[in-house]
């Protein structure tokens, strides 16, 4: 497995990825929320993160595998949850469940994605993770549950950064926001993007596949959105995520933290673990990046549970300075989805491959050895 020499950089894949999908599927995966100020900061902070080299040290070999939860993967990223992969590529979600699986790292998927839990189970062998957007209704949270327990799952994980639909101008301007609705610009655009729209009349209309069984049949676009809308409607909070850790036997990580408060509440409810996230800059403009308080939570909570870290990641030197700030490991989100939305079948390897070859060379240049040691190379500018 190695990467295509056409797109070295993620950059490429965007370029590409544009001119394949129609625009409001590509504003969908692009954009971040308001005026995209916490998008831009997440990318451009972690890339002030700087790493000093140590030439003549002496240097076995650089391994990228990382255990987590008691699993060795290959490498120390994974790939991240993404509702709705099916409308900016068909098939999307296996694509990528597939080149996790085969890359050996991890898959998380989305309750609000177009594949179901027990596809993605069986295209991952059963180690794919599960993102729950905790429902309403707790008999409808306790069902899902249940699934993804029988799916073999071996990672709960719960997202607390949506209290409220991010406010997105562009899904707004597009249909997209809530309640949903096709407007003759999309068609037009759906129009513009005949490779797309063939493979999407050839898979049938993208649905919430896990959420299928409960729906009622027959919604249209305006029905869905009020019914996705009653279903997730709330705010995750100690009183719902103590339940959920009495009846998970397996690892659970609370995605979305960005203060200390919150990591703190994570240890006392006994959580495994934290993805230190802002959702991509898709939920709150004003919000910090996510490698600024990556440095103190991981400084004071890393021996008491496992740190993670997502947003704004978009090379292996950017995974190099994600570790090197304390992170046990990384998730890409929407790297992955442009790999896809530009060439299909082979983005997901070619994605995986490419950052697996990026961060090998960063580990190689710095004298990294193991992954664990990434922060002794962390310039800290003193
Ligand atoms: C189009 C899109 C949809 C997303 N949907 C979800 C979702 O359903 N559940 C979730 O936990 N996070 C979701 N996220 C957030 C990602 O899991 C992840 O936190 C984010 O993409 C990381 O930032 P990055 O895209 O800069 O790598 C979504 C992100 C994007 C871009």
């Keep these: 497995m190695s990467y295509d020499s ?19 599927a590509f504003e969908y995966l692009d954009g971040g929320c308001n005026e995209d100020v916490n998008l831009m900061r997440n990318t451009k902070e972690i890339r002030d993160v ?32 993404v509702g709705l992969q099916g409308l900016m590529w068909p098939k999307s979600p296996e694509i990528l469940a597939k080149a996790a699986f085969e890359h050996n790292i991890p898959f998380v998927l989305s309750t609000v994605t177009t594949m179901d839990i027990e596809r993605a189970s069986e295209l991952t062998e059963g180690r794919a993770w599960f993102q729950l957007y905790h429902p309403a209704d707790n008999k409808l949270r306790d069902d899902i549950i249940k699934r993804a327990d029988a799916a073999g799952c071996p990672v709960l994980v719960l997202l607390c950064d949506v209290p409220t639909f991010g406010f997105r101008p562009r899904d707004i301007r597009n249909g997209l926001a809530m309640p949903p609705k096709m407007t003759v ?27 299928k069984p409960y729906m009622p049949k027959g919604l249209d676009l305006k029905q869905l959105g009020k019914y996705m809308d009653a279903t997730f409607s709330g705010r995750l909070n100690e009183e719902k995520i103590a339940p959920i850790r009495d009846m998970w036997k397996g690892k659970i990580v609370l995605k979305g933290v960005a ?10 409810l006994g959580l495994d673990g934290i993805i230190v996230s802002n959702h991509g800059g898709r939920q709150l403009d004003a919000g910090n990046s996510t490698i600024k308080p990556l440095k103190y ?86």
């Design 6 to 24: 056409r797109y070295p950089a993620i950059d490429d894949l965007i370029r590409k990825a544009k001119k394949k999908i129609p625009r409001f």
């Design 50 to 81: 700087q790493l000093i080299p140590q030439y003549l040290t002496k240097h076995t070999r650089s391994e990228m595998k990382t255990e987590l939860f008691g699993h060795v993967y290959d490498a120390p990223f994974g790939i991240a949850p």
């Design 185 to 211: 610009s999309n068609m037009l655009q759906i129009m513009g993007r005949p490779d797309w729209a063939l493979r999407t009349l050839f898979n049938g209309q993208p649905n919430f596949a896990t959420m």
């Design 259 to 268: 203060c200390e408060l919150d990591a703190e509440k994570a240890v006392q």
């Design 297 to 382: 939570i991981a400084e004071k909570y890393r021996d008491k549970l496992t740190v993670m870290m997502d947003s704004g990641i978009r090379s292996g030197p950017d995974i190099a300075r994600s570790l090197a700030s304390g992170a046990d490991f990384t998730f890409l989100g929407r790297t992955f989805m442009y790999s896809v939305a530009a060439i299909g079948t082979k983005g997901g390897d070619h994605a995986i491959s490419l950052l697996k070859t990026q961060l090998q060379q960063v580990m190689e240049q710095v004298c990294c050895e193991q992954v664990k040691d990434f922060p002794k190379f962390l310039d800290s500018g003193d």
